[in-house]
């Protein structure tokens, strides 16, 4: 147990310190780490409290870049910038500071609790499904990363294409080489670790250093402690928006591809429409209960993205993506449904996101000071030596170049679509599904008669097309596809479709 707490502290520690860093995320934390898989080998579970520590601690962390200097942390604490930077710029850093310990632990422990704690009872969702539910869930994933996240419904296919595609790169179902271009590198397919750091970690990276991101964060207030005092008030009088924004970071956390910054927004905007009054401070200047009302949706969507992930292997966020290559690094494979019973693997992963998200507030009460001064660190070096990290993880694969030019073809598509405002998290969770759609699909069809061993049409001949589609006997399939087709429907009538989240 001593182990699992230093494990924990260490995580916490770590996930506080990468968080504080203006744009990198949690996303870069779990990449940076992820040579350290080895480590955890001969106990897995230690790696999965410390992978939690991590996520639940710069989820907080992030929101203090956001809050002090402007600059959002992440992409996930960009609504936080509305009302708590003008706060701290007023003075009121430490009122600020108090509202965003208070929510996010608050929502980040009450989430936690709900999501991992009953993790066995949502194993009983895995017995209600079939090949044919897993693949109505997965399209249904693909509906929603690509038209609810996105305004551009065209890119959006694009995306979910260009997803398919790598993740169909290596061998298909026979062993035969399919889109390796004759590199035998890819023959063993595109890894996770070399596709979340060309599409996320290192764009983003470079993309803060070309625009020089940097600001210089209030002084510690001297009524600091009085300030922090009045944000902890601020809070309690104010619970239900507390409430209503960690509920809507939670939704949007389980859709694939949906949460990040879409719930902290559309917390901000619930608060907003539900305070029409005449506010003493305005919305935007400075409003303690614009900062209360979206702070907590970043926790809870940490949360509930790994819902997904845990029971369907489809990673809601980057992050949980990044969460599942480094847990198979070392030997946990999560998404196996064995998982759900084992009662070491649920308290692992709660003890280690409440142990992060309670850690990462107490630590930040008393080490505010402290912040600052991380936060006067000029960004290239943070940028630089993030970078070099990100490189000697990726050269883990094989030691050689082919890791390295892999990393950079990825790397400038990653920069690519991110000016060209392609959705990178469509792309993502394409690449996740593209191997389960082909079985599923395949799966479900000879289940219902298809005969592969037929050639030409004779093989479909004889599928059973009416107790397919039979809604008593696959109702959830049914509605999957449903669903799947009117959220594409929506994205092309409505002209305020979607959010774009790139």
């Known amino acids: 147990m001593l182990d699992y707490v230093m494990w924990a502290l260490l995580g916490t520690v770590y996930g506080m310190i990468v968080g ?47 809050i002090l200097t402007g600059i959002p942390g992440a992409s996930t604490t960009a609504a936080c910038v509305i009302d708590g930077y003008p706060m701290a710029k007023r003075g009121e850093a430490g009122r600020a500071m108090g509202i965003e310990i208070a ?36 399209m249904m994933a693909l509906a929603c990363v690509g038209f609810v996240a996105s305004k551009r419904v065209f890119s959006s296919i694009l995306a979910i294409c260009i997803g398919l595609f790598i993740g169909s790169i290596g061998q298909n179902s026979v062993g035969a080489p399919r889109f390796s271009f004759g590199w035998e590198y890819l023959e063993n397919g ?15 990276l470079l993309d803060g250093l070309r625009q020089g991101k940097s600001a210089a964060p209030p002084m510690a ?29 939670f939704v949007t956390g389980l859709l694939p591809g949906v949460g990040g910054a879409v719930g902290d927004f559309l917390a901000y905007g619930a608060t907003k429409a539900r305070h029409k009054e005449k506010q003493e401070i305005p919305f935007g200047e400075g409003n303690p209960i614009g900062l209360l009302g979206c702070e907590g949706a970043n926790n809870a969507q940490k949360v509930s993205s790994m819902i997904p992930a845990v029971l369907f292997a489809i990673p809601a966020a980057p992050f949980a993506a990044m969460v599942m290559a480094i847990a198979i690094y070392f030997g946990m494979e999560i ?13 692992s992963i709660a003890f280690g996101y409440i142990f992060g998200t309670i850690g990462v507030a107490l630590i930040s009460i008393f080490m505010y000071k402290w912040i600052i001064k991380i936060l006067e660190v000029p960004y ?39 000016y060209f405002k392609i959705s990178r998290p469509a ?47 696959h109702p959830l399939f049914i509605l999957s596809i449903i669903i799947s087709i009117g959220i594409f429907l929506n994205s092309i009538l409505r002209k305020d479709r979607g959010i774009d989240y790139t």
Request: aromatic share 16%; net charge neutral; charged share 15%.
């Open 20 to 66: 504080i860093i203006p744009i990198a995320g949690v996303t870069t934390a779990l990449i940076t780490v992820f040579s350290m898989g080895s480590y955890f080998l001969g106990d897995p579970y230690a790696g999965l409290v410390f992978l939690t520590a991590i996520v639940a601690s710069c989820a907080s962390a992030d929101s203090y870049t956001s």
């Open 335 to 347: 998404g196996r449904p064995s998982l759900l019973t084992d009662e070491k693997f649920t308290t």
């Open 380 to 418: 290239w070096i943070y940028a630089t030596f993030i970078i070099g990290v990100i490189i000697y993880a990726n050269m883990q694969y094989t030691k050689g170049w082919e890791d390295l030019a892999l990393l950079s073809i990825l790397s400038a598509l990653g920069c690519v679509l991110k």
């Open 427 to 473: 792309i993502l969770v394409a690449y996740v599904v593209a191997f389960k759609i082909d079985e599923y699909f395949w799966g479900t069809l000879q289940l219902h008669g298809y005969k592969q061993w037929k050639s030409g049409l004779d093989a479909w001949a004889d599928i059973r097309w009416l107790e397919l589609f039979s809604i008593t006997n």
């Open 221 to 249: 207030h001297k009524n600091y402690w009085a300030q922090l005092k009045l944000g902890f008030n601020d809070v309690r009088t104010h619970w239900r928006d507390m409430v209503r924004g960690g509920f809507i970071g």
């Open 103 to 138: 929510d996010s632990t608050f929502n980040g422990v009450l989430y936690a609790v709900l999501a991992f704690c009953l993790l066995p009872y949502y194993g009983k969702i895995i017995g209600l499904f079939g090949r044919p539910e897993f693949l109505g869930f997965m």
């Open 190 to 204: 595109v890894g996770m670790i070399a596709l979340l750091s060309g599409l996320f970690g290192i764009p983003e």
